[in-house]
Structures are given as structure tokens and as C-alpha cells.
């Protein structure tokens, strides 16, 4: 049974850090694309990062790129994402998602996969 399980997430005050975690259970992990997405209240799911199963690497160019950075480890089938510099509109459910030989990392639906979310609120 494939599993995602995110965590990480927490309470911060704007412009501190918070690193997420996401371990998959998925027995090709090296073949996926995997991304973040978030979803704040009242909002649409929206992407933040996807590292493709190819190595490169995209973000979301609004409202993260110089901030967030997206990392996997293969050996541990785990994906990452580093926070820095955390806003108050940064606060949202974060969702881990794991994409099959994922071509387009930004489009929510082509995810095959996803976690349950990591909550992250930026207090002001």
C-alpha cells in the first residue's frame, strides 16, 4: 500500500525556518516526481515545489522561489522541503505529492499520490 506521510510542520513567528519531511512508501521512489503543494483556507490547492524524477527542479515563481528549497534523498525515499524566511501568507496545509514518470510537476493533477498535510502557521 503506497504511503506518504508528511511532517514537520508547526506553529513559527514570520521569517523563522521549518524543514518538512515526506517518507513514501513507493517501491520505484527514484522514478517519481515529487512535489509540495499547499492549501490555506477558503483557497485553491495551489504548487510550491517539485523536484522531477529526471533531477530538475521546479517552484513556484510568485510566492516561494529564494525561500523554499526542495530536496529528495532516494535511499531514504524521502523528500524534503526547506523554509526560510517564513511569511504569515506562507500559512497552509502542506501536501506531499509523488507523480509516476511526472512531466508536469506544477499540474496537481497528474499526482498519483498524496499525504494527509503538514500543518504551517506563520504567525506575524
Known amino acids: 500500500q503506497v504511503q506518504l506521510v508528511e511532517s514537520g510542520g508547526g506553529l513559527v513567528q514570520a521569517g523563522d525556518s521549518l524543514t518538512l519531511s515526506c517518507a513514501a512508501s513507493l517501491p520505484t521512489f527514484s522514478r517519481y516526481t515529487m512535489g509540495w503543494f499547499r492549501q490555506a483556507p477558503g483557497k485553491e490547492r495551489e504548487f510550491v515545489a517539485a523536484?522531477?524524477?529526471?533531477?530538475?527542479?521546479?517552484y513556484s515563481e510568485d510566492s516561494v522561489k529564494g525561500r523554499f528549497t526542495i530536496s529528495r534523498d532516494n535511499a531514504k525515499n524521502t523528500v524534503y522541503l526547506q523554509m526560510n524566511s517564513l511569511k504569515p501568507e506562507d500559512t497552509a496545509l502542506y501536501y506531499c505529492?509523488?507523480?509516476?514518470?511526472?512531466?508536469?510537476?506544477?499540474?496537481?493533477?497528474?499526482?498519483?499520490?498524496w499525504g494527509q498535510g503538514t500543518q504551517v502557521t506563520v504567525s506575524s
Open positions: 505529492a509523488a507523480a509516476y514518470l511526472g512531466s508536469r510537476p506544477y499540474s496537481r493533477y497528474d499526482y498519483h499520490y
Open positions: 523536484l522531477r524524477f529526471s533531477g530538475g527542479v521546479t
